[in-house]
């Protein structure tokens, strides 16, 4: 996408409509509200917006920046109708809610054929290998393989446990239901392995990824989530860990319940709801409050940054699109931006704002599958 001078445009009529604006930027804004008819309405519609406010002026430059992503994303409602792929829409989060991580029997969650080629695949421990996409249930009953006369748990069942593993693809979501009654939810780029069934006295599942576990609560048999350096164990409760590959940081966060973190360097901690765990190689655990919704919004198709540096959000467009995107302006992976990335619009639309919010030229170029930044 070679770059114009719409993203100039959008931060002066910003500048202008919050007040921050001096005389040359606004005749800039007029000159560019005169040349379309787009342009005028755009210009009118924000006006319209930023007077619903009691006292606009007031407002921060990123909740202004939040209105005009708002008005952007209703002049594109018509094209969005014609296209139903993957959408973004991007504003500033006016509250938070609770984030979690559930998955499931074995339905898809989201189709985002169109956003990747790779598919949703269960491993068995033979190798097969079965695509997940409109299998449903039979791949449930294929993956549990049921004993005669066992019922999962039973001690005559446990030597002929399997392990199955399920590989999700960038730009992908799903959810099932473990033997347990435990719901997962799976984010893109994350590969899951469990047991055909639990025997008595654990649950132990293996992560490398990002995963929410709604816990299905039996003080009998902890439920264990082993994530590279940091093991999770809980009795009932929901929460989410992130486990991604080639990320030195392996995190947990607690939104309901209690859980106990067992890290690789021996430490241990219990989480009350609302802290994370968080564990760098060759550091001791570190434990603090924290917004669940920032870490668990993915599950609703969404991500969450507040002043997070480029470099970081670059990573989980990545995952959410399914795409490579190659930045060439190491200036730009400094910069913090405040964003709300949703299904929506394109990631063409969400280029056009960090664009609009970066104080530089800057120039984005598109080729399949891939994002060039200059």
């Known amino acids: ?53 009691d006292d606009h002026s007031g407002e921060s430059p990123e ?28 504003g500033i989060a006016a509250s938070l809610a609770v984030l979690y991580i559930t ?12 956003m990747a080629e790779d598919q949703i695949v269960l491993i068995t421990e033979s190798g097969d290998n079965v695509t997940l996409a409109n299998q449903e249930e039979a791949i449930w009953v294929d993956v549990r393989k049921e004993m005669e006369g066992d019922k999962p748990g039973n001690e005559s069942a446990e030597a002929e446990i399997s392990w199955n593993t399920i590989r ?21 780029d994350s590969e899951f392995r469990f047991p055909s069934h639990f025997p008595l006295g654990k649950r132990e599942v293996h992560l490398v990824g990002e995963a929410f576990f709604d816990v299905e609560r039996n003080e009998d048999r902890p ?15 929901s929460f989410n860990v992130s486990n991604r590959k080639g990320a030195d940081m392996v995190r ?22 609302g802290e994370q765990a968080s564990l760098v190689a060759g550091a ?12 668990t919004c993915w599950m609703e198709g969404k991500m969450i940054f507040r002043r997070e540096k480029f470099e970081r959000i670059k990573v989980r467009l990545e995952d959410f699109y399914g795409l490579e995107i190659d930045n060439r302006n190491k200036e730009l992976d400094a910069r913090h931006f405040t964003l709300v990335v949703k299904e929506g619009h394109d990631i063409g639309f969400v280029l056009e704002v960090i664009e609009a919010l970066y104080s530089e030229d800057i120039r984005f170029e598109r080729k399949k599958g891939k994002v060039i930044i200059h």
Do not use: C
Not at 223 to 237: N, R, Y
């Open 1 to 53: 996408m070679k770059r114009n001078k719409k993203g100039l445009h959008i931060r002066h009529l910003i500048e202008s409509m919050g007040g921050e604006a001096n005389a040359r930027t606004e005749e800039k804004v007029k000159a560019w509200s005169k040349r379309a008819k787009e342009n005028k309405e755009r210009a009118e519609d924000l006006n319209e917006a930023l007077q619903a406010f």
């Open 63 to 90: 909740n202004v920046s939040a209105i005009w992503q708002t008005v952007v994303e209703r002049s594109q409602e018509a094209k969005r109708k014609k296209n139903r792929r993957r959408f973004v829409y991007i």
């Open 103 to 114: 998955v499931p029997l074995l339905t898809r969650y989201l189709d985002n054929s169109n």
């Open 168 to 188: 999700i693809p960038k730009g992908k979501r799903y959810r099932f239901i473990l033997e347990d009654g435990t719901t997962v939810h799976l984010n893109g």
């Open 223 to 237: 439920f264990s989530v082993k994530a590279g350096k940091m093991d999770v164990v809980a009795l009932g409760t």
């Open 252 to 273: 947990s966060t607690l939104v309901s319940g209690k859980v106990r973190v067992d890290a690789s360097n021996g430490e241990r901690i219990t989480l009350e709801p």
């Open 284 to 295: 001791s655990v570190h434990k603090r409050r924290v917004d669940t919704e920032l870490y």
